[in-house]
Every structure is written in C-alpha cells, then in structure tokens.
C-alpha cells in the first residue's frame, strides 16, 4: 500500500497522518499487479535469512509504485509475481507486517478467504489475555494490534454494538485487571466497546463441555493469539471459551490434544489471527519476527509458527502435527524462517 498526497502528487510507501508539505490528508492507494523489474539471486546465508539460495525482486504496481520482495521461487524480468492463496480450511496464512498491522491483517484474513462478515455480523473477539502486564512484553495481544482488529471490522460495516471483545482468567488474577494494564480496555474504549467477562455470563453445555453462550450465539469468533515461542498460544486461547471449573477438569482428565479435538468441531465459525510481529521467547524476552498468521485451524497455525521460528520445544498438543504437511498461503515458511531463539 502507498500513499500519496492529492495535492503535490507525492508518494510515501509508509502511513503518514498527512503530507508534510501541504497538511492535507493522504489518499491510500492499493495496486493489484506486481510486476518483476529487478531481480538478484542471494547465495550466502544471513543470520536472519538463513536458508539460500533466495531471490529477492523489485516489483512494480500498475501506478509506477516500487518496492522490494523477498522469494524462494525464481523469476524472470517482466514476470507478474502471484501470491498464492488457498480455501483449505486447514491452510495457514503467513504474511509480513511492513508498516501498518491492519494491512497485513486483512491481507493474511484474503489468502484464506477472507473473514466473511457484514453489517449484521455478530462478532465475538478473543484477545489472549494471560497476565497483567505491559504490552511490550507480549504476554497479551497488544494493544495496536486489537485496535488493527477492531479498524478492519469496522471498515467491513460491522457495527460496534456487534463485537463483543471478551476474555476470561484461568488463574488467580481476574481478567478486567489483566485488560486494564495491558492496554485493551484502552483499545476498546477507543471504539466505544465495553470489554467483557466471559466468566460473569451464561455458559451452555455441548457434551463434555460448557461453552461461553455468548460464543455460540456468535456469527464469528475470531480468536486473536499471541503467538509465544515454544507454546501453542492459538489453541491455548481458544479454550477461554470454556468456563474455568469445566476446563480445569477436562485438563484434569485429558490431554490438551484430545480438548482441542474434541472443543474445535463444537465452533466452526472461528477463524484464529496470530499476532507474531515481537514474540516472546522461553526466556519471556520478545524478539522481532514481523509477520501476521491467519487460519481457521487453531493448532495448524501454532505449528507452523513454532516451524517459522525453528522452536527447540515443540508443545505436547502440536507435536504430532507434521508443519509439512500444512498448506500455506502467502509467504512460504523457508522464506521467512530464522531461528529466533537465539538472538
Ligand atoms: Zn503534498
């Protein structure tokens, strides 16, 4: 995405509030086309680029607008650079985040087609919500990134008296305490929603479990996690839904596995996004890895950003899923791939 200035006709490839030589607005403009203007093959391996050889291109849009991507797959001059998309339902979004988290969001949501909602959408949106701490440590989703959330649904026409952003606490503190300091309740309030409790509504029974009611009654449950080095943060998420005596029992008797397999059938309209642009590693320190994911299948998305970051630890509930075997839409995880652990 660029943007340009209607009255001087400058263009900036980052988000500026408005030009700096005229003080009017920008217009954003968004090309379709990318096509190969340059090209370099890189044969020798970077700490953050790891797996050669790699190309990297510069594309041109149908408005003259230039900029440079990153491919394991090789091109010739000239070429239109597609990026690939997928319907699977258990395909996984990969994507960067350049400047503006909305962007990379909707465009993760569109490689698997798209999040399909509307005006009348009732919307349910599932922030990890773990500790009460600052957003820079990314125990929680952060606070720019709900927001990224929330702008994209309400540029979609979904109503504000529609979403319910909710989260639940699993442990000692409870949850308006953990959303006040990470920064959500702030979020929230910047849209004029009012954040709730899932643990203070009715919860319904589906076999084995007890559901929150205002999850099932959704027309959507996004599931926003925050993807955690060595853990599986999107299905650990999902299973907020759930009221605390019941999930504490299920992990009493079963694994987290057999939870997720036996709870993921029970809410087939939730789509999970993964925030992964500064993520924690085992030794709670956050590093840099600039992407978004996007999938309707919590665990698959788990995998593949514990593949991405090359995690020595692979948790118990992921472990015999085989990242392989995932399809991918978007970047491809060779491209994007460093062993984050170590830096
Ligand atoms: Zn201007």
Redesign the pocket.
Known sequence: MFHE?E????RWSYPLSE?P??F?SLKKITGEKAVVRGAAKVNIPTLFHPNVPYYVFVLEDEFGNFWSHKSEEKHALGDELKIKASSDPDAVAVWRVKYEHREAIEKALDLIGGAGVGADSKIVVLPTLEKASHSYFRDNISPEFLSAVLELLASKGVKTENIVVAGQSFGDLPAPAMAQKSGLVAACQKFGIIPCDLSEGEFEKRGQFEISKKVLDADLTINLAMEKMGRAAAAENMFRVLKKENYLGQIYLSSEAEIFAALSPLLPNAITIGEAEFVQRPNKIAVFMGLVLASKNAVNLDRVFNEIAQSAKIPEIIKNITAGGIPIAGRSIREVQYQAEIF
């Open positions: 200035c009255k001087c006709k400058r030009c030589y005229c009017v």
